[in-house]
């Protein structure tokens, strides 16, 4: 346990915690004593500990953050002059970035791991390989996993990155059939969760207006990683390997931007509604017919839509399936959804942020902030 400074204020901080799950109970009886004083503990850890080994809940003592690897803007690879803040203001600063395709390629096998980012490309590439190995040959093993299992899942999901696979589908990619043999539906679904708790799966739920749409429960999450160097060393690929598919490039750059949205979002969530018993904002896929990439709504109801696309010569497509989007939404008076504060399409390869005549932005993502 270390004591953190924070000002005037000392708070405990205690990492991998879950190696000790009765810290739990302890640390809340401590929340109790204090008056319910907030933010004198920090528990911090890389998997969640086995159910039966805490046996509090730990409601109205404990606020949950799920922490990713950093964005791009928290790396220095983004200027960070677009806010997610100022887009739902309707504001766009006048921003611009240098990131070319060597760049992009660069951080997409290096990713947002805190101590790859000043290292030579092989070396980074390593990090994220000893991440998955560790995962596989230590956690899932010490969680009741076969690591051979949760080794082909895991290149399932680097396979399918942003789909809403079936388990027949990752059964077939596994082990070359769909039908129940090595494993069955119910196994692979055991072992989905175990990555999630492992904090390896990156899932987005879907969204559909209204609010109380049931198609929001209904509709299967879309998968990324954590962290799209993950996707990249489970495919086995490396910067030069991308370069001569675009296609697996587009899928992990992707990735990056949904990780990065949703780690901006759960940033604007506490800025503006620091209650915890607000709800936060989703990062949520749609799902109306019209799909777009990301949509991005917050406790009070506001919302704004992107569209992710490697090069910003794919802009004009992906500006129109935006406005289709927010047509059709409007057309829905059952629906009552209101219009949308902003429609932007997230560009890998682009050097300027800028408003298109039909309202809608262009942002390159190496201008994208908090």
């Excluded at 590439?125 to 899942?153: C, F, H, M, N, W």
């Amino acid at each position: 346990m270390k004591f953190a400074d924070f000002g005037n204020e000392k708070r405990g901080v205690i990492d991998e915690w879950q190696l000790a799950p009765d810290i739990w109970d302890i640390v809340r009886h401590e929340v109790d004593a204090s008056g319910r004083q907030r933010g004198l503990w920090i528990l911090t850890g890389s998997s969640t500990p086995a159910k039966d080994k805490v046996h509090h809940s730990g409601a109205g003592r404990f606020g949950r953050v799920r922490m990713l690897p950093m964005t791009l803007q928290e790396s220095g690879d983004s200027t960070g002059e677009v806010s997610l803040t100022d887009l739902f203001d309707g504001k766009l600063s006048h921003a611009s970035c240098s990131i070319d395709v060597q760049a992009l390629l660069r951080l997409c096998c290096r990713g947002g791991w805190p101590q790859a980012i000043d290292l030579p490309i092989s070396r980074a590439r390593r990090i994220a390989r000893d991440y998955i190995d560790a995962a596989l040959t230590q956690s899932v093993p010490a969680k009741g996993g076969r690591s051979e299992v949760a080794s082909r899942l895991l290149g399932s999901l680097a396979r399918n990155l942003g789909q809403a696979t079936t388990y027949k589908v990752m059964m077939r990619d596994m082990y070359g059939t769909d039908e129940e043999g090595a494993v069955d539906a119910r196994t692979v679904s055991n072992y989905v969760a175990l990555l999630e708790s492992l904090y390896l799966i990156l899932s987005i739920d879907g969204w559909e207006p209204p609010a109380r749409s049931p198609k929001r429960f209904q509709t299967k999450p879309k998968r990324y990683l954590v962290d799209p160097s993950l996707a990249v060393a489970a495919l086995r690929m490396s910067e030069q390997s991308l370069m001569k598919d675009w296609q697996t490039l587009g899928l992990v750059f992707e990735n990056w931007c949904l990780k990065t949205s949703a780690c901006v979002t759960c940033w604007y969530t506490h800025a503006r509604f620091p209650t915890p018993r607000q709800t936060p904002c989703t990062t949520t896929m749609m799902t109306t017919g019209l799909e777009v990439n990301a949509i991005v709504e917050d406790a009070g109801g506001r919302w704004g839509a992107f569209e992710i696309k490697l090069s910003e010569n794919k802009a004009d497509e992906a500006a129109k399936s935006l406005l289709r989007m927010r047509d059709k939404i409007g057309r829905n008076a059952v629906a009552r959804t209101s219009a949308p504060q902003f429609l932007a399409v997230l560009v890998g390869l682009g050097q300027h942020a800028y408003r298109r005549e039909d309202g809608v932005y262009v942002i390159p993502v190496g201008c994208l902030g908090r």
